[in-house]
């Protein structure tokens, strides 16, 4: 069983859509959270961290369930810009270390 | 600023070659990291270093060599390239100054392998 999985999409959804993506992590150990968003070609590029209360920045809003091992994000009224491949990012608490287990991502494309 | 530059950009090996990636920061990150990601895949720990002179490995160390003299390089080094080591590769930073402080990445180097 894969650490972190996700379901690689692709997501098509018109604009002004919403749309959720899940995660789930096997670790339940696990202390951190992320999302990350990569975009085609290009590196990953941090879009938030996910907090055990649930936390938004904008149209994004995460959310942990620990009892459970799943992360969410949900993108609400969704731009052409906001297509991407969303990577669900998970660290075990190892000191300094940071090690970051990463998913392979959900593709979302958004379309006129 | 820079932040995280990585050379070169693409680069074709023959099997048996030997080459280096380069990577530098300017951000004074103690942490430095290397990934390879391989298509649908996620990113795997190759090699990090927690300062100069510091270094470990990650998940999928072998045929990968890396060096920490300065706090500014971290290379990745590849001996005797073989088609397994097509992908792309990411260097990432952070500054350790907590234990979930941000991962920043360079560009990448898309190395093919034949």
């Known amino acids: 069983r894969k650490e972190v999985e996700q379901d690689p999409g692709p997501f098509n959804v018109p604009e002004g859509a919403t749309v959720a993506f899940n995660c789930t992590y096997s670790?339940?150990?696990?202390?951190?959270f992320f999302w990350y968003r990569q975009d085609c070609r290009k590196e990953p590029k941090l879009l938030m961290s996910?907090?055990?209360s649930g936390n938004e920045d904008g149209r994004f809003t995460a959310q942990l369930n620990r009892a459970s091992q799943y992360i969410s994000l949900l993108i609400r009224d969704s731009k052409l810009s906001d297509s991407a491949t969303y990577l669900c990012v998970v660290s075990p608490f190892s000191g300094g270390y940071n090690k970051l287990i990463f998913g392979a991502g959900t593709r979302l494309a958004v379309h006129p | 600023n820079a932040g995280v530059t990585q050379t070169p950009k693409f680069r074709i090996l023959k099997i048996g070659q030997s080459m280096t990636l380069q990577c530098a920061q300017d951000m004074n990150h103690n942490y430095m990291y290397w990934y390879r990601q391989d298509p649908g895949m996620g990113l795997k720990l190759i090699y990090y270093s927690v300062g100069a002179g510091i270094t470990d490995k990650g998940e999928v160390p072998n045929g990968y060599n890396v060096s920490r003299s300065t706090t500014e390089d971290f290379p990745l080094r590849l001996e005797l390239a073989a088609p397994s080591q097509t992908s792309v590769y990411f260097c990432?930073?952070?500054?350790?100054?907590?234990?979930?402080?941000?991962?920043?990445f360079g560009p990448g180097t898309r190395l093919t392998v034949l």
């Open positions: 996910v907090y055990s």
């Open positions: 990432a930073t952070r500054s350790g100054r907590t234990s979930t402080d941000t991962q920043y």
């Open positions: 670790n339940s150990a696990s202390q951190s």
